[in-house]
C-alpha cells in the first residue's frame, strides 16, 4: 500500500474531568481526568496500529499531560484553540494540509475498546464514498467522518451530528455488528459495553482504579 492510498487522521482530544461528567459524576475531577486521558491514549494506541493510516494528528491542550506523552509516541500535535471541538477538528484539519488534498479522517478520541481492524475496515469502506461517516451505537452522534482528495471536510460534531453529517453527503458506512469503532464512551453503561468488547490497557486499569473503594472504606 503506498503512501497516497494511506488516511491522515485528526484525532481530537480534550482529557479534561468536564469532558467526562456524565460517566462518572461521583469521581473528583482529578480521576475524571485520568479516566478521559486513558480513553484518548488507548484510542491513539489502536490508530498506530492501523494499516491504512499514515499519519496521526491529535488536538489537545499543548500543556497537558498527555501532550507530553504523545510527543515521544511519532504522534503530531496541534494546539487546542479552546473554541470548541468544531474548531479543534478543523485546526487539526488545516496541519493534515490544504482542504481536498489527501485522503482525511476525524476519529473522536473516547472510543477506549477500538481495535485497529475494525478502523481498517471502515477506511477501506471510505474509499468508495467521497465523504463518508460513522454513526456512534446510539445513533445519533458520530464517532468517524472522512473525505477523498477533492473533496473538504467540514465537521458537524455535537448532538445530532450524524444526521447533520448525512445531510451534508456524507454515506454511512456499513460495517460489521458489533464493531468496536462505534462504541465512545460518555456514561457508565457505554463504559460497561465497552468493557465486555475488551478495554485497552490503560483504559482498563483506570476504570478498575476508579471503581475502587477509598483506602479508608476499606476495612
Do not use: Y
Not at 485497529?116 to 463518508?132: C, I, M, N, R, S
Not at 467522518?145 to 458537524?156: E, I, N, Q
Not at 458489533?178 to 476504570?207: F, H, K
Request: charged share 25%; proline share 7%.
Amino acid at each position: 500500500m503506498t503512501e497516497d492510498q494511506r488516511w491522515s487522521i485528526v484525532v481530537p482530544v480534550k482529557g479534561t474531568a468536564e469532558g467526562k461528567s456524565r460517566l462518572a459524576p461521583e469521581l473528583d475531577a482529578a480521576a475524571r481526568a485520568r479516566l478521559a486521558e486513558a480513553f484518548s491514549l488507548d484510542t491513539i494506541a489502536a490508530v498506530r496500529s492501523a494499516r491504512r493510516v499514515h499519519r496521526i494528528i491529535v488536538v489537545t491542550d499543548a500543556t497537558a499531560p498527555i501532550a507530553e506523552h504523545l510527543r515521544h509516541e511519532g504522534v503530531e500535535l496541534v494546539d487546542d484553540p479552546r473554541a470548541g471541538l468544531n474548531p479543534a477538528v478543523l485546526a487539526g484539519l488545516d496541519a493534515v494540509g490544504p482542504a481536498g488534498s489527501a485522503r482525511v479522517a476525524v476519529l473522536l478520541g473516547d472510543l477506549p475498546c477500538l481495535v485497529a481492524a475494525d478502523l481498517d475496515e471502515a477506511l477501506l469502506g471510505a474509499e468508495a464514498h467521497p465523504l463518508a461517516f460513522v454513526p456512534d451505537a446510539e445513533g445519533s452522534g458520530t464517532t468517524l467522518v472522512t473525505a477523498l482528495p477533492g473533496h473538504s471536510l467540514v465537521p458537524r460534531f455535537g448532538a445530532g451530528s450524524a444526521a447533520r453529517h448525512r445531510d451534508a453527503g456524507h454515506v454511512e458506512l456499513a460495517l460489521r455488528e458489533g464493531t468496536t469503532l462505534r462504541r465512545d464512551v460518555d456514561t457508565a453503561a457505554d463504559l460497561e459495553t465497552a468493557r465486555a468488547l475488551g478495554l485497552g490497557p490503560l483504559s482498563r486499569a483506570a476504570a478498575t482504579r476508579a471503581a475502587a473503594p477509598p483506602p479508608s472504606s476499606r476495612r
